[in-house]
């Protein structure tokens, strides 16, 4: 497969040849070879460009080992490229809980997933995400004991799922929120902004306000992708 990605930058780079520029120096260099192969069974998808992209899920790989996750959850799957990018990068008898409402894009997936060998440490969920994280908490013994999150879902419940989440993660844990500057959208004046990112807008806006004055955690808004803020739970 050729090293290039698959749709134009979704990232806010001053040029797409820059962009390039760090996906074949940092990126592709040190990506699974059964992630390249999801990539490309994504680019097939009419929605490609809701996948995580690369440079990002590199990141989160990152974060995934410093944090040392064995016990994650992931809200919004799409094709399952950050989730396998997960579950390569956590233990063999570390577990995923991954809920999305579209199994169909997820099972586009998931031979590649299963050639990889990583099905066993994925539980996958069809579903709206806040019934599942509500189930969580309903057993204490899942209250603060989950390493790592990833949220790419509906921006208008962000809120609610970071409420919940910082149930479940542990101290120390992490969460990181996609789609954090939806398309710059959040810095243009209205009137520059197409009429169907609006309320995506909206929703994310009053995200990262309400994520800039928790002070249950530390946060940093990365320009990596569509922009991608990262939370540490500090209490």
């Given at each position: 497969?050729?090293?290039k990605?698959?749709?134009?930058?979704?990232?806010?780079?001053?040029?797409?040849?820059?962009y390039?520029y760090?996906?074949?120096?940092?990126?592709?260099?040190?990506?699974?070879?059964?992630l390249?192969?999801?990539?490309?069974?994504?680019a097939?998808?009419?929605?490609?460009?809701?996948a995580?992209?690369?440079d990002?899920?590199q990141?989160?790989?990152?974060l995934l080992?410093?944090?040392?996750?064995?016990?994650?959850?992931?809200?919004?799957?799409?094709?399952?490229?950050?989730?396998l990018l997960?579950?390569?990068?956590?233990?063999d008898?570390?577990k995923?809980?991954?809920?999305?409402l579209n199994?169909?894009?997820?099972?586009?997936g998931?031979?590649?997933i299963?050639?990889a060998?990583?099905?066993?440490?994925?539980?996958?969920?069809?579903?709206?995400?806040?019934p599942?994280?509500?189930?969580?908490?309903?057993?204490?013994?899942n209250?603060?004991?989950f390493?790592?999150a990833?949220?790419?879902?509906?921006?208008v419940?962000y809120?609610?799922?970071?409420?919940r989440l910082m149930?479940?993660?542990?101290?120390?844990?992490?969460?990181?929120?996609?789609?954090?500057?939806?398309g710059?959208?959040?810095?243009?004046?209205?009137?520059?902004?197409?009429?169907w990112m609006e309320?995506?807008?909206?929703?994310?806006?009053?995200?990262n306000?309400?994520?800039?004055a928790?002070?249950?955690?530390?946060i940093?808004?990365a320009?990596?992708g569509d922009g991608?803020t990262?939370?540490?739970?500090?209490k």
């Amino acid at each position: 497969m050729e090293n290039k990605a698959s749709s134009p930058s979704k990232g806010l780079l001053q040029s797409e040849e820059l962009y390039q520029y760090v996906l074949e120096k940092s990126v592709f260099p040190r990506e699974a070879e059964f992630l390249k192969g999801l990539r490309e069974v994504t680019a097939a998808h009419p929605r490609a460009t809701m996948a995580t992209a690369p440079d990002a899920g590199q990141m989160i790989a990152m974060l995934l080992s410093l944090v040392g996750a064995k016990r994650t959850i992931e809200i919004g799957v799409f094709t399952g490229y950050s989730l396998l990018l997960t579950a390569l990068s956590i233990p063999d008898d570390g577990k995923i809980i991954a809920v999305d409402l579209n199994r169909q894009a997820y099972e586009m997936g998931l031979p590649v997933i299963k050639k990889a060998g990583m099905d066993h440490k994925i539980d996958f969920m069809e579903s709206a995400a806040l019934p599942v994280l509500e189930k969580l908490l309903e057993s204490e013994t899942n209250e603060r004991s989950f390493d790592f999150a990833y949220v790419d879902a509906d921006k208008v419940n962000y809120w609610n799922y970071h409420e919940r989440l910082m149930k479940l993660l542990r101290p120390g844990g992490i969460v990181c929120y996609d789609n954090t500057l939806w398309g710059g959208t959040v810095a243009m004046p209205e009137e520059s902004v197409p009429e169907w990112m609006e309320a995506g807008k909206k929703w994310t806006i009053e995200f990262n306000e309400r994520i800039a004055a928790d002070s249950r955690v530390q946060i940093c808004l990365a320009p990596l992708g569509d922009g991608i803020t990262i939370c540490r739970r500090i209490k």
